[in-house]
């Protein structure tokens, strides 16, 4: 027969089990560590974003610069000086991709952090509060989706000069409705769920129930959304310079190098691969990771 004191350091053992119990985050973490696919994607944008924003120093180290003509034109990759080239006016290459990178990141970025922001509030209050506020909001997503977002944004630019503050803003200011709608959905689902219930009978009101219980159990879904959708927006902005809605020259972006490149096909077809490359490479990757993270985050996974 067991002693009162074994029962209890049995009882204190299983306590101090169920304490150590690793969160769904933690587990999530623990689950993208092991993905070898979504650290090669993470590894990878961050390489890519530390050169892009390092480009200041690189242009340092090698004596060159993105604006100035600083040696013949076409010059082909591997050129000593002049490591991916120059282009059609005997500008390096890499110096304008790494500035161009600037750019573009910035774009992505900055937008789909400006669109989940938006999204994530009005998706909130609409799914938690639902009544009229949630009638409206569905009626103007629900409108505002039946107006092509590259429409949209051509007329913001044909009155507007296109500039990556330009586009940031139109990006973020009309790209918000998927995911309002998602976590619009999520929001009416975990509303009556028990711990809900249970933290409103306890005083809690509407702000912190939708804040401090609702919305952190949304994340694996926001963070999902913002990877997908930074590929989304990089890929717009290339469209938008293709035709000649996006970022201007001087200003080099990712998108308005490659459309400038098409008529060097012949001459310098290393400045139609390098600009098209990163685009591809970076929105794979991220595409990569958003699907790296759902699989982490997916409560049904067996570790």
């Known amino acids: 027969m067991s002693s009162p004191v074994g029962t209890r350091l049995e009882t204190n053992n299983v306590a101090g089990e169920a304490q150590v119990s690793p969160s769904l985050l933690q587990l999530a973490l623990r689950r993208l560590w092991r993905d070898r696919l979504s650290m090669a994607a993470i590894g990878m944008l961050l390489f890519l974003t530390l050169l892009c924003f390092g480009a200041p120093v690189i242009n340092f180290l090698t004596g060159t610069n993105s604006r100035n003509i600083v040696a013949d034109s076409f010059l082909p990759p591997l050129t000593p000086g002049h490591i991916l080239g120059t282009d059609d006016i005997g500008r390096d290459h890499l110096a304008r991709l790494l500035e161009a990178g600037q750019v573009s990141l910035s774009i ?29 909001v569905i009626w103007f997503i629900t409108t505002l989706n039946s107006i092509p977002l590259l429409f949209i944004i051509l007329l913001i630019a044909a009155f507007l000069s296109p500039n990556a503050t330009t586009l940031i803003l139109a990006l973020g200011l009309f790209g918000w409705t998927g995911t309002a709608r998602l976590v619009r959905g999520e929001a009416i689902a975990l509303r009556e769920r028990e711990f809900i219930i ?46 000649g809605f996006g970022v201007q020259p001087p200003q080099p972006t990712w998108g308005n190098m490659l459309t400038e490149s098409r008529s060097f096909m012949y001459y310098g077809p290393h400045l139609v691969f390098w600009p098209g490359f990163l685009i591809f490479v970076t929105v794979l990757c991220l595409y990569v990771l958003g699907d790296g993270l759902r699989d982490a985050f997916d409560p049904t996974t067996i570790d």
Not at 108 to 136: E, K, N, Q, W, Y
Not at 207 to 217: C, E, K
């Open 108 to 136: 992505g970025f900055l937008a789909a952090l400006m669109a989940l922001a938006i999204g994530v509030t009005v998706g909130l209050l609409s799914g938690f509060i639902g009544g009229h506020l949630d009638d409206g």
């Open 198 to 243: 249970s933290a409103r009978a306890s005083g809690a009101g509407n702000l912190r129930l939708m804040f401090a219980h609702v919305l952190p159990n949304q994340l694996s879904i926001i963070l999902i959304n913002l990877a997908i959708d930074i590929g989304i927006i990089i890929l717009v902005e290339a469209t938008l310079s293709f035709l």
